[in-house]
């Protein structure tokens, strides 16, 4: 297969037919499957995993897929395949790791808000470990465990208050965001849980934030959690294992973000010679460059000021560009011999929010299709049904195959859970 080194994702390329992924044309997975339509290239997926194993390889680590990023159960099934663990947030992403293949023993469970209902389902199922991120969640998991007779195994999500140097809404390892234990109240809450009766202690966990392009915040957290560890033991509580989360940034538009193997290299060296074993958490990492949106211009609109093309996907399909004022690259599938013209590329919903791209120069006509590229994560995840729009269908592209593997919703299945009065 052709890598292109003029896009971000590695198995896109222009070919006779216009743009490609893998061995398919874009324009007729348009014309079998319709648009807006996610497409997910399995061989990019395949590569992205084993780079982070590769880079791993000769130590005791697991890979967790942060699950949010892309949830699809095919997506997930094919890093079940290859071994991987998962990172979730929800008691639904459990469901979904297990509906895919995954193993249970492979998965950490994150997030600041675990219901009852989560933790009876995760204790079920034997996770590997509960990233707990409060007291009082500590509290609730020994008891929960203690009703069902089991022992829940922990980490301790600490906060180590260091500037990852990213957008703000997604930036987490700063003393005023919502997430984690303080790094000074983390040693008595160590303390706390082992002496209580139904946890077990595992490890520590961290996560500073996403689209991490700068590698020396995730170096610092990494220090001040090894210190920690080092006080831990000191204090009689040995842990198994160190999860460094997820957060390796991609490239969307120019940026330079290390390679997999760049951004580990020096967190090996750190770890070099301890006993736990590593756990990381990529979600974007993985996926973001192995998918597309493709979409169609239903009207190009001169204007004045502006012109606009028109497409059919919309803010609700891909929600990071009104939400982060993201950039996405806009490549045309078919190119054309046309003087080009700026455009902002927006969507059918009733907000002037609902932008995809911004002042791009495209050569295109009415009817043409559109690849928005590196959506394989956090596109299809944050889609919603605004405007009663039905979801975009999924395509998972391998070789000269494309399976379809999520329909597009219909008006009639967004009904379904509505009951209008009589
Ligand atoms: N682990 C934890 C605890 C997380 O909160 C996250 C992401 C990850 C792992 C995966 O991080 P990644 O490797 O993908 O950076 N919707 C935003 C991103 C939100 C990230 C939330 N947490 C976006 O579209 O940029």
Redesign the pocket.
């Known amino acids: 297969m052709t890598m292109n080194e003029d896009f971000p994702i590695a198995t896109l390329r222009q070919g006779a037919q216009g743009l490609m992924i893998e061995e398919i044309a874009l324009a007729d997975i348009a014309a079998r499957f319709g648009t807006p339509t996610y497409v997910y290239s399995r061989a990019a997926l395949t590569t992205a995993f084993n780079s982070w194993r590769q880079a791993l390889a000769g130590r005791e680590a697991l890979v967790c897929c942060?699950v949010?990023?892309n949830p699809n159960l095919a997506v997930l099934s094919v890093f079940a395949r290859l071994g991987a663990g998962f990172?979730i947030?929800s008691g639904g992403e459990l469901s979904r790791v297990l509906a895919a293949g995954g193993r249970a023993d492979r998965v950490v469970f994150?997030?600041v808000g675990k219901s009852r209902a989560e933790m009876r389902q995760a204790l079920d199922a034997d996770i590997a470990c509960f990233?707990v991120e409060s007291a009082a969640e500590l509290d609730r998991l020994n008891e929960v465990a203690g009703e069902m007779g089991k022992t829940a195994p922990i980490a301790l999500?600490v906060n180590p208050d260091v500037d990852p140097k990213t957008?703000p809404?997604?930036s987490?390892g700063l003393k005023n965001n919502k997430?984690g234990v303080a790094f000074v109240e983390a040693l008595a809450l160590y303390q706390r849980a082992a002496g209580l009766p139904h946890l077990r202690v595992r490890g520590i966990?961290c996560?500073i934030?996403?689209?991490?392009l700068d590698p020396t915040p995730i170096q610092e957290a990494a220090s001040r959690v090894l210190a920690l560890v080092d006080r831990l033991a000191a204090a009689g509580i040995g842990l198994d294992h160190i999860d460094l989360?997820?957060?390796?940034?991609i490239r969307y538009q120019d940026e330079t973000p290390p390679t997999i193997a760049d951004y580990l290299a020096p967190l090996l060296d750190l770890t070099q010679g301890r006993p736990e074993a590593l756990f990381f958490?990529?979600?974007?990492?993985?996926t973001?460059n192995a998918g597309l949106l493709l979409t169609r211009i239903e009207y190009l609109k001169p204007g004045e000021e502006k012109n606009f093309a028109i497409v059919d996907a919309a803010m609700n399909d891909l929600?990071?560009p009104a939400?982060?004022d993201?950039w996405h690259a806009v490549i045309p599938v078919q190119a054309r011999a046309l003087p080009p013209r700026r455009y902002d590329v927006v969507g059918p919903i009733c907000e002037s929010g609902d932008f995809l791209a911004q002042a791009r120069d495209l050569a295109v006509l009415e009817g043409d299709l559109l690849a928005l590229l590196s959506a394989g994560?956090?596109g299809m995840s944050?889609s919603s049904n605004y405007n009663t729009r039905p979801r975009a269908a999924e395509i998972l592209v391998d070789g000269s195959t494309a399976h379809l593997v999520r329909e597009r919703e219909t008006v009639e299945s967004l009904f379904k859970l509505e009951h209008p009065l009589d």
């Open positions: 942060a949010k990023a990172d947030v994150s997030g990233n999500r957008h809404y997604i987490t997430f966990a996560h934030g996403s689209q991490l989360g997820g957060g390796l940034g958490e990529p979600g974007r990492s993985l973001g929600a990071r939400l982060y993201s994560a956090y944050m």
